[in-house]
């Protein structure tokens, strides 16, 4: 079984910047692929940013330029750095994992983004 710890999030101003974390345990492959999504009040749950272990990554359009993925392989852990952050940025984040055709989740943790 796997696992995915998330950091916590937070309430940042406009403009702010937040670091979010997830860390895997459990029986992980090394051919994985980790990222984070995200989801809005009343919207559908949307790709934020993924990467693989070889350190390709992949952005969504509306987070481009701002928010930068990153991992440790030697701690299964994934990272999420986002800055110029803006109210419509606001969001539980849910970290994954995908590993050997099946997907794992983190717990989620809330971004809030307002003055």
């Known amino acids: 079984q796997v696992q995915l710890v998330e950091s916590e999030g937070g309430l940042v101003q406009p403009g702010g910047s937040l670091r979010l974390s997830c860390a895997a345990s459990?029986?992980?492959?090394?051919?994985?692929?980790m990222g984070w999504y995200r989801q809005a009040p009343g919207k559908e749950r949307e790709l934020v940013a993924t990467i693989t272990r070889s350190g390709w990554s992949n952005y969504a359009d509306s987070v481009k330029g701002r928010f930068t993925i990153s991992r440790d392989n030697a701690k299964n852990t994934v990272y999420l750095q986002m800055n110029s952050l803006n109210p419509e940025d606001t969001a539980v984040y849910y970290c994954y994992l995908r590993d050997l055709g099946y997907t794992f989740w983190g717990q989620g943790t809330q971004v809030t983004v307002s003055s």
């Open positions: 459990g029986s992980i492959s090394t051919i994985n692929t």
